[in-house]
């Protein structure tokens, strides 16, 4: 699977942006996608997941209520709306994609991922 995301820009705090991550590889529709953000000096953090379906979501703690997951089987796109956005955001965001088993309700570990897109950044000024 390659994956290519795009998006990103500057957004003032309190707006918003819509992160998109197209797919390629004929395994996209059975894949768990997630996302996952890096600000400077950070380690890569946990964003969100979807599973395969799309039925099933999972957020991290510091953007529960603000950001929302989900999926296009049939674009093999996966997006990620992102609002009420505050400075601390500001991270380069990537797209990533694992093997289709996943337990509902947890968050996937930077160790899981099969594979990672570029990266988009996302800049949140106040």
């Known amino acids: 699977v390659q994956l290519q995301a795009s998006g990103g820009g500057l957004a003032q705090a309190g707006g918003c942006l819509r992160l998109s991550c197209a797919a390629s590889g004929r395994t996209f529709s059975t894949s768990v996608m997630s996302w996952f953000r890096q600000a400077p000096g950070k380690e890569r953090e946990f964003v969100a997941v979807i599973n395969w379906s799309g039925r099933s979501t999972y957020y991290g703690e510091s953007v529960k209520g603000r950001f929302t997951i989900s999926r296009d089987n049939g674009k093999s796109t996966v997006y990620l709306q992102m609002n009420s956005l505050k400075p601390e955001d500001t991270a380069v965001y990537y797209c990533?994609?694992?093997?289709?088993?996943?337990?509902?309700?947890?968050?996937?570990?930077?160790?899981?991922?099969?594979?990672w897109g570029q990266g988009t950044l996302v800049t949140v000024s106040s």
């Open positions: 990533a994609a694992k093997g289709a088993l996943y337990r509902v309700g947890t968050p996937v570990a930077v160790d899981e991922i099969d594979y």
